[in-house]
């Protein structure tokens, strides 16, 4: 009905304010009449009437039998007299018409989903066909059944919650006395590493310090060598013959050489420093151990700063998966990049293993939120919409650069060597330089709508954009696809998210995936005519692989899509030979919006829309 929500606000409302009104009668004394109170007569009340809802002394009670309008009301008397008259008036206040106040209800007009009193029927519903008269033959069973099957669950639910409390108290012991124990344990550890940093420090200590004394022993005695020589010179040249000067000369000349390569490798030896190594101070304590809030099911989940598992530095570009985004173009002739195993990604499990990998960094002012995930050839590629950044980071996780943005990104894409930014706030395009250690703006181009989603075929870039709706929408719009070759149109194309017309057909040629909030289609894309030709295969919810709010997709080698629900807080996996979602490959993860696929970690990389880790699911 029209006016159910206002009913149910105003009976809330209603109910707390009798609620209020009944403990202060409660604690301030007996009930009094209330007809009387109207000639500031205070009589303490006899009776109540049900249908006026309203306390009455003994002389209203005797006038209200005697009136012919009141007579037919129901008194209630003495003990019979409730205490909480909340419910009664509520019970009068739903049943009187907001049209004619002094009239109950007593029909509904089906055809204006209206409930109307015997005025409102004359005024306004005379031609109505189906009108029927309340009370005829409507039954409170099954609302009194529903009540008290609400009663039993909320019975349950407060037990349950009763005994999640007590858990809580057990949990929060039993972490208390681990977090002792693992205090003991570090103490414990850092005096063993203690007396191993310090006995290392003699070992070291004591073999430098001999290896210098053996080298100042050795100087002493080359000094003492080339005194001696100096000496025999010197006498040589003051009473030697030209011939014993020429004959010493020459037979001395070798012990001359030896003493100079001598000195020379004594002059060569590097002095060498003690340091204390890998030393991060107090913000190692930090990422000993963490307090981590989840659901069950889940085996195993690492988090990680910097990640400390073995990671290739190098990145096979053929075997790169495709962009992972939102809304996404791809060539459905991608080369088939090697498998990591032999088991399809379709037959294989995810999420057993849960790695987080922090890229929250000094400078950010705002908990992260990624909303985009690329995989290059110089490490992770990721966009902070919280923060306004593009983050690079090493396969290992480590932080190589990062670069502000000038405004929220909510999409980009990588064509190898730059990376193209679309904004929530903006409407343009940003480009942007990325290199082994630096990402260099480079140039920039205004659109007339709003860009949501980026990707890059060939060298030309496609963008899609929303005609009326923000990004964050999850309303039917219009969108509209162009593209460009730099920052010129090569084509315009329009697209109705509720345009039925496409056949399911399948092309080789170039495809573009729509993400629609509860399905995800893709189509076949006319370059040449600017338009969308046949629709190739959808996939939407059905059973109980609910998939809502549709964010960010991403491809493997063999064709599977991957699509992030945000709303419903999974994550899907798709075929394109189906019409169908085929399962939910990651049953819970906190409002995903983007994903990339890591072919050779084995791994799914997701980033969600607030939060400062990185989670990656890895297969089995």
Known sequence: METNNAENLQYQEDQSNECNRTECIKKNGPNFCEPCQYDDSFEEATGFCVTCSEYLCQTCCRDHKRNKVTRIHSLLKNDDIPVDISPFKTIKQLSTCENHQDYDIAYECKDHEALVCVFCLRESHRRCENVHELGVVDSADSYVNAIAALQERIHLLNAQKEEQRKTIEIEQKEVKNRIQSLVTEWKDEITVVENNLETQLSKISLSETTQIIESIDRCKAIDTEIKRNKTLIETLIKYGTKRQIAVVLRRTNQAHVDLNDQLQILECQRQRSFSLMNFNGFDLLAMIAFLHLGDEGIDNIDFLEHACVEMDDTLDLEDKPREGIQQTSFNASDPVAKQRSSKPFSDRESGQKITLFKIKTETDTNTCGIFAIKLTEYGVL???????????????????????????????????????????????????????????????????????????????????????????????????????????????????????????????????????????????????????????????????????????????????????????????????????????????????????????????????????????????
Not at 397 to 410: A, K, M, N, R, T
Not at 455 to 465: E, G, P, Q, S, Y
Not at 510 to 527: M, P
């Open 382 to 620: 990721v966009a902070d919409h919280r923060n306004r950044k593009l983050k690079l980071f090493s396969r290992k996780f480590d932080l190589i650069c990062e670069h502000l943005l000038p405004g929220q990104p909510v999409d980009m894409c990588f064509d190898g060597t730059s990376v193209y930014v679309c904004y929530s706030d903006l409407k343009k395009v940003t480009k942007h330089k990325v290199t082994e250690n630096a990402i260099l703006h480079e140039m920039e181009f205004p659109t007339r709508l709003q860009p949501i989603s980026l990707t890059v075929f060939d060298t030309r870039l496609m963008i899609l954009f929303v005609t009326k709706e923000n990004f964050d929408s999850t309303a039917a719009d219009n969108v509209q696809i162009e593209i460009r070759q730099g920052s010129s149109k090569d084509a315009t194309i329009s697209y109705d998210s509720d345009d039925e017309r496409f056949n399911h057909t399948q092309s080789k040629s170039l495809s573009v995936v729509f993400s629609e909030n509860w399905r995800v289609s893709c189509y076949t894309v006319d370059t040449q005519a600017g338009k969308l030709k046949d629709r190739q295969w959808f996939s939407k919810s059905h059973d109980h692989n609910i998939l809502k709010k549709a964010k960010g997709v991403a491809k493997d080698s063999e064709g599977n899509i991957y699509i992030c629900g945000e709303d419903s807080n999974n994550v899907h996996q798709a075929s394109p030979t189906s019409h169908r979602l085929s399962r939910v490959i990651i049953p819970r993860c906190d409002r995903p919006v983007c994903i990339a696929v890591d072919e050779q970690k084995d791994r799914l990389i997701i980033g969600c829309r607030i939060g400062d880790y990185l989670q990656a699911y890895s297969f089995k």
